[in-house]
């Protein structure tokens, strides 16, 4: 059972498409955050989604809020799937799934692939919203559904 609303996001860092340390830590405290967990770069399904949230990204911005994503990918292949989707957000690579373990996010698909989980976290660290779906399609409407309603 991953994290629930009302639980405080763990810290962590990890590099990110640029090979740039990322730490939360930085974030908390400053604006909203939304963390959406996707199985694999170009894949179509995960492909479908970080391109909604890079559609509707400016939506995010306008909300204060800032929008990762998260998979094991390398940062290579994070770098090159931001450039290729023209991705205006960080990407993280959680290579060893340490931060997937934080979260407490548990495989699909009779444990054949990594979870696909979006974390909408207010100013404070706390998790406003968490939604579990392997389908693509409503991660990003969740999301800004949950910011707006803050």
Do not use: W
């Not at 860092?13 to 170009?42: A, C, M």
């Not at 495989?107 to 979006?118: A, D, H, I, V, Y």
């Amino acid at each position: 059972m991953g994290l629930k609303k009302g639980d405080t996001i763990p810290a962590f860092s990890l590099k990110d498409q640029h090979g740039n340390l990322f730490r939360i830590t930085e974030l908390i405290g400053t604006k909203p955050i939304v963390l959406f967990f996707y199985p694999k770069d170009y894949t179509p399904g995960c492909t479908k989604e970080v391109c909604s949230f890079r559609d509707s990204y400016e939506e995010f911005t306008e909300l204060g809020a800032e929008v990762i994503g998260i998979s094991s990918d390398s940062e290579a292949s994070h770098r090159k799937f931001a450039s290729s989707f023209n991705l205006p957000y960080v990407l993280l690579a959680d290579t060893r799934k340490e931060v997937r373990r934080l979260f407490k996010i548990e495989n699909s698909l009779f444990n054949l692939l990594p979870g696909r989980e979006t974390y909408v976290v207010d100013m404070e660290g706390k998790v406003l919203m968490v939604f579990n779906s392997m389908s693509p399609a409503n991660h990003m409407t969740k999301a800004l559904k949950a910011l707006k309603n803050m």
